[in-house]
Nanobody, 123 residues
């Protein structure tokens, strides 16, 4: 229902930072909880972070908690993932995704997906 386009990926040294952005189409963006997922080659897609419709509630995977911050600006139809203290293990294609409700970390519960943006962290 919502078109999503990620940007902001790139290459960075371990310990560095990147900010990913996800632009959404439509005026119904605020009706969706938003999530970030990532997938490395040969690995399953894994949950990273989610944020509620209003942005008042967030939840993170243990592997990124304390380092990553998800946020959104509903007026601009944007969701962000600020990634600090990056590690080589964070290397993956990062995807933003939309769901009608907040509360799930399963990729199958998110109906709309972006194309992904590559994040490469070197040591």
């Amino acid at each position: 229902q919502v078109q999503l386009v990620e940007s902001g990926g790139g290459s960075v040294q371990a310990g560095g930072s990147l900010r990913l952005s996800c632009a959404a189409s439509g005026r119904t963006f605020s009706k969706y909880a938003m999530g970030w997922f990532r997938q490395a080659p040969g690995k399953e897609r894994e949950f990273v972070a989610i944020i509620s419709r209003s942005g008042g509630t967030t939840y993170y995977a243990d592997s990124v908690k304390g380092r990553f911050t998800i946020s959104r600006d509903n007026a601009k139809n944007m969701v962000y993932l600020q990634m600090n203290n990056l590690k080589s293990e964070d290397t993956a294609v990062y995807y933003c995704a939309a769901d009608a409700t907040y509360g799930s970390t399963r990729s199958s519960d998110f109906g709309s997906w972006g194309q992904g943006t590559q994040v490469t962290v070197s040591s």
